[in-house]
């Protein structure tokens, strides 16, 4: 569970988020007295299947947060990463919000909450702050297209490439990556093995190494060239539909 800091946000202050920040000030200002921060740590629950939803958590700075779906065997995929481009619960729905994931914190780090009503209230009075949320949804549901055809048509190896670049943009490019074997296990959807016979893969071919807990990526670009191009699919769409939203380390956002 998500420690929550008593200090909320204030109008002139904008939290580490990029949703938030392309928000124009009148309409910040409409959301800005009920932002509050709170701190995440890996494996906190945000929200389990049928939850009602009536939070809204933006992760800030390198935070993450991700959907995972239960299968009748009792293991959990993952589906997509969510990082500062965006938020988790209540987007755009409006009343009794039931949840169909299980979405927890994946890494560590500053989140901020609002309360769906107060979401709600603000963008029945600001079509410009509810437009916004409305593109990132489309934006939402473009990442979860792109999830299931990368699944669907690319490698182990691909998709391996693929969640740990991932994970690096949304970490301001740092190449310590803070995931295990069995999350990364999670994240493909298949067994600890298939995913540690990837890693030595890597690793044989001098791009990775590992750490206690974590990943160290030695050769970026190699690791990109192994990666499929799901990403960059999902940051052109973000790019024409949210122009600047998708985290890009060279550009400091």
């Known amino acids: ?87 988790v619960g209540g987007i755009v729905s409006q009343g009794y919000l039931p949840a169909y994931t299980r979405i927890m914190v994946k890494f560590a780090g500053p989140f901020v909450r609002l309360p769906v009503g107060k979401l709600d209230a603000a963008k029945s009075k600001s079509a410009t702050l509810s437009n916004i949320f409305a593109r990132y949804a489309d934006c939402l549901l473009a990442q979860m297209f792109q999830s299931t055809a990368c699944n669907a048509i690319h490698s182990i190896e691909q998709r391996t490439a693929k969640w740990i670049m991932s994970a690096m943009e949304r970490t301001d490019g740092d190449e310590i990556v803070p995931l295990t074997h069995e999350q990364l296990a999670t994240l493909l959807g298949v067994g600890r093995s298939y995913t540690s016979r990837v890693i030595h893969t890597f690793k044989a071919e001098g791009i990775l190494q590992t750490r206690r807990g974590s990943i160290l990526v030695l050769n970026p670009d190699a690791l990109r060239n192994w990666s499929c191009r799901c990403n960059e699919a999902v940051k052109g769409h973000f790019e024409e539909v949210l122009r600047g939203v998708y985290p890009d380390p060279e550009k400091g956002n």
Do not use: W
């Open 1 to 87: 569970m998500l420690t929550r800091r008593e200090n909320t946000a204030k109008a002139g202050e904008r939290p580490f988020n990029n949703l938030l920040r392309r928000l124009n000030d009148a309409d910040f200002a409409l959301i800005a007295p009920h932002l509050a921060q709170e701190e995440g740590n890996p494996n906190d629950l945000l929200y389990s299947p049928g939850d009602n939803v009536e939070i809204v958590h933006f992760p800030c700075g390198p935070s993450l947060a991700s959907y995972l779906v239960p299968s009748e065997d009792g293991r959990d995929v993952e589906t997509i990463l969510i990082g500062r481009e965006g938020a």
